[in-house]
């Protein structure tokens, strides 16, 4: 019988490999994929995950090659210009300072409100590093008052605890506040004899120990971050060390300072 | 897990209840305000038609809690005691806390007092915390017939923003309430001839001090040491109380007749 020679079974057979075409058409192409034989009349090719059907058109012969059967490629030696490196070294080295959040935060002897931003970085994102804008209302003073707060953070562990949470039992870390005010001095000023107060009111080191809670944004709801941390922690600074050195008056809720914030993970 | 975290959060809001600081020198007051003016009104209450008055005068208490804590304690054990001048220093470095915490203490003493600004006071925003907290840098106040002149002497920390001292302030009080005191007693943080006192105007600053009614005596601090000093070869004298890490006081008692002043160690 006709349908029974050999040409019409193999042509049945295209066809039912040709069926779902749309699907092989929808593969994605690997970036290492390279076609160095493609003519754009005659010869098709189709890539999907691990193998590469090549046919011509007009014809319903074809060809699966797997893709351990495909000789790699030698990459075309690019001419890269010394400009070219440069800018290339450029961007890259501009792209590491986009920040990578955002932060708000109440209170910790930086101001009523701080915002910031930051840089985390490290093999797990371990540190992070913010510079902060805080704000402090005037109060029974004459001015309201802005001040600037540089902050380390280290964060040892994160512990996914499911549902989209995760947790960072221990964040510790510095910072440095300044504030800004022609009545604070870094150095004294010359009227008074050299070293007499022997500080600066202008800059205050802070240590702080606290913790976090992030929650992983849904991917398809994502607007402006991926993942929302809220975090509290403890500190003191120095001249509230200081006092509270050799003093059984004052009580641990005297010197320390408890703050809370927002961390808004862009990228 | 949501329990734990409930409990977790409230218990962060309770103890976050005045443990929240928005800067050392934040100007943030939390509980008493205008101190001397309460107290002057006490004083002047309780020491009504008196002749015989004794008052102590301290001051420097700044970093030494403890100490100061115990100098309300030794005060309290006494019942003869008028009220007290604290002759300035109360912050160490002009935060906002220091003066806080210091007032605390001083309002354990059963008696009234009165505190006078320090040099150190004057740092950052402590000059405007001190305003806050205790009152104008210059004020007076009549106890029994004696008028007690507290005055700002810490001209250093002003640079000539301000008259420090001021004599318009001082020429004003030898004149102000003049029927109701025979005596006057002078009180400073800083005596003439120390760093922060404008020298220049020591001698002129003398001659206001002399002009008071009844002029008695001058008390200060700033040195950290008890002195008596006759400054001018006129008699009157500048007497200087320990600081509070030295665990003592001064008790004046002023007579109708005469003044006389013992050190107490605790």
């Keep these: 019988m006709n349908w029974l020679n050999t040409k019409y079974i193999l042509r049945a057979g295209v066809l039912s490999i040709l069926l779902p075409f749309p699907d092989l058409i929808s593969a994605t192409c690997k970036t290492d994929t390279v076609i160095d ?38 990459p075309k030696e690019v001419k890269r ?34 915002f910031g931003t930051g840089w985390d970085y490290g093999k797990r994102n371990q540190w992070e590093t913010d510079l902060l804008l805080g704000f ?59 070293g007499y107060y022997g500080f600066s009111s202008k800059v205050r080191f802070h240590i702080f120990m606290g913790q976090r809670l992030t929650y992983d944004i849904d991917p398809q709801r994502r607007f402006l971050a991926k993942s929302v941390t809220f975090f509290y922690e403890i500190s003191t600074c120095d001249l509230y060390l200081i006092s509270a050195f050799q003093n059984s008056y004052l009580r641990p809720r005297d010197y320390l300072s408890l703050s809370f914030g927002l961390k808004f993970q862009w990228l | 897990m949501r329990k734990s975290l409930y409990t977790l959060l409230s218990f962060l809001l309770l103890s976050g209840c005045g443990m929240t600081d928005y800067n050392p020198y934040d100007v943030h007051i939390s509980g008493e305000t ?45 019942d003869d005691i008028d009220f007290v001048i604290h002759g300035g220093d109360m912050s160490d470095f002009g935060v906002t806390k220091e003066f806080l915490w210091q007032r605390d203490i001083m309002n354990g003493l059963k008696v009234p007092y009165v505190v006078l600004i320090g040099n150190h006071d004057c740092l950052g925003t402590g000059e405007e915390t001190y305003k806050a907290v205790f009152g104008p840098t210059n004020f007076s106040f009549i106890a029994g017939n004696v008028k007690f002149v507290c005055l700002n002497t810490n001209a250093l920390e002003y640079d000539y923003s301000e008259p420090v001292p001021n004599f318009t302030f001082m020429e004003q009080e030898i004149k102000d309430r003049r029927d ?25 600053f003398h001659r206001y001090v002399t002009e008071y009614p009844g002029i008695q005596f001058c008390t200060a601090a700033h040195t950290h040491h008890h002195r008596d000093d006759v400054i001018f070869d006129d008699g009157i004298h500048y007497i200087t109380s320990d600081c509070m890490d030295c665990r003592s006081y001064l008790v004046f008692t002023i007579t109708p007749e005469k003044y006389e002043y013992e050190l107490v160690k605790y």
């Design chain 1, 136 to 194: 402090i209302p005037k109060y029974s003073s004459k001015k309201a008052k802005v001040t600037m707060t540089l902050k380390q953070n280290y964060m040892p562990w994160s512990i996914n605890i499911g549902k989209g949470f995760s947790t960072e039992p221990l964040t510790c870390g510095l910072y440095i506040n300044t504030v800004f005010g022609d009545q604070f001095w870094v150095n004294e000023p010359d009227r008074y004899p050299k």
């Design chain 2, 34 to 78: 205008n101190v001397n003016a309460h107290n002057i009104e006490k004083i002047e209450a309780n020491c009504k038609g008196k002749t015989k008055l004794r008052f102590v005068t301290m001051g420097d208490s700044q970093r030494w809690y403890d100490e100061t804590e115990e100098f309300v304690k030794e005060i309290n054990k006494r």
């Design chain 1, 81 to 114: 210009t010394r400009y070219d490196n440069r800018v290339h070294r450029f961007r890259r080295n501009w792209e590491r300072i986009i920040p990578t959040h955002s932060k708000i935060q109440y209170a910790g002897n930086m101001g009523l409100l701080s």
């Design chain 1, 37 to 74: 034989t493609y003519k754009a009349n005659s010869l098709r090719f189709i890539i999907k995950s691990d193998s590469i059907i090549a046919f011509h058109t007009d014809d319903s012969v074809f060809t699966v090659i797997k893709a351990d059967s495909i000789l790699p490629a030698t």
């Design chain 2, 180 to 204: 109701k005191f025979e005596k006057t007693v002078i009180s400073m943080h800083a005596r003439p001839y120390t760093d922060v006192f404008n020298d220049n105007v020591a001698k002129v």
